[in-house]
């Protein structure tokens, strides 16, 4: 098991930069791999970004060179820093957390976090 919580959202204007942050705890929490999926009002979920136990990384088409993940195993934490940001990015961001695949067409996590809002103004 492994309990995840979300922080960083907020309102922010088209161009601007948020930095997301995840802190998991539990066993063995850095064993996992963790990743962001989002959701946006009326839109599938999208699988943003993720990356695994030994920080190989994957992203959406949609965010690469604008997004970043990584993770400080030591305070078992994730970070998505969104920079360039779009009206489009607007969505509720989850964190999650799997002991599968971090390919990106695999990703398919069993825990999540209860989401923070990000909003992108034009």
């Known amino acids: 098991q492994v309990q995840l919580v979300e922080s960083g959202g907020g309102l922010v204007q088209a161009g601007g930069s948020l930095r997301l942050s995840c802190a998991a705890s539990?066993?063995?929490?850095?064993?996992?791999?963790m990743g962001w999926i989002r959701q946006a009002p009326g839109k599938e979920r999208e699988v943003v970004a993720a990356i695994g136990w030994t920080s190989s990384t994957t992203y959406a088409d949609s965010v690469k060179g604008r997004f970043t993940i990584s993770r400080d195993k030591s305070k078992s934490t994730v970070y998505l820093q969104m920079n360039s940001l779009k009206p489009g990015d607007t969505a509720v961001y989850y964190c999650t957390a799997t002991l599968g695949s971090v390919k990106y067409s695999d990703y398919d996590p069993g825990y999540w976090g209860q989401g923070t809002q990000v909003a992108v103004s034009s």
């Open positions: 539990g066993r063995s929490s850095s064993s996992y791999a």
